[in-house]
Each structure stands twice: as structure tokens, then as C-alpha cells.
């Protein structure tokens, strides 16, 4: 079974950053795709970011030159660089892990804030 565990949530003043990490832990699995996803209060959840295996990169357009997704493949960890963060930024951010034959799997959440 693979666990995920995200960080780095928290609440900021607009123009500020933050930076989240997931880390999938477990035995047993081969990752594909890593990305971020968040659900705003009263909105669908919507794909952020997306990075593949051979580290090919996908943005939404809200996010474009603001937000950068990287991963550690030695560690198993994706991140989430996020810079001039808005107050529409504000959501609880997911982090989903696409496994070579088993179903994705998704994290916890954490919720950012971006408030003055």
C-alpha cells in the first residue's frame, strides 16, 4: 500500500510563497505521474500541476510562471514552488501519485491560504 504525506501548507499575505512537498512511501509500487490538484470552497477540484516520469511539466493557466512542480525521484517526493500567490490561490492542495498497474493515489490535503 503507498502512503502520501504532504507539507507546507500554512497562511500568507498576497505576493508571498510557499513551497509543499509530498512524499509516497510504502514497497512494493513504481511511480508514473506526480501532480497537485485543489479544491477552492464551493468549486470542483482542478488539476494544478503535472509532472511525468521524464519530467514533462503541466501547468493550468492560473498558475503559469507562478507555480513550479519538480520531483526527487530518489526520495519519491514532488513539489509545489508557489510565487506570487494570489487570494484566488486559496484552496486545500492535493497531491495525487499515478502508479505503474494500481489505482492513483491521492494525499491528505492541506489547505493554503492567501490572505492579507
Known amino acids: 500500500q503507498v502512503h502520501l504525506v504532504e507539507s507546507g501548507g500554512g497562511l500568507v499575505q498576497p505576493g508571498e510563497s510557499l513551497r509543499l512537498s509530498c512524499a509516497a512511501s510504502?514497497?512494493?509500487?513504481?511511480?508514473?505521474?506526480m501532480g497537485w490538484h485543489r479544491q477552492a470552497p464551493g468549486k470542483q477540484r482542478e488539476m494544478v500541476a503535472i509532472?511525468?516520469?521524464?519530467?514533462?511539466?503541466y501547468y493550468a493557466d492560473s498558475v503559469k510562471g507562478r507555480f513550479t512542480i519538480s520531483r526527487d525521484n530518489a526520495k519519491n517526493t514532488v513539489y509545489l514552488q508557489m510565487n506570487s500567490l494570489k487570494s484566488e490561490d486559496t484552496a486545500v492542495y492535493y497531491c495525487?501519485?499515478?502508479?505503474?498497474?494500481?489505482?492513483?493515489?491521492w494525499g491528505q490535503g492541506t489547505l493554503v491560504t492567501v490572505s492579507s
Open positions: 495525487n501519485v499515478a502508479l505503474q498497474g494500481k489505482p492513483p493515489v
Open positions: 510504502g514497497s512494493g509500487f513504481n511511480i508514473n505521474a
Open positions: 509532472i511525468t516520469s521524464s519530467g514533462s511539466t
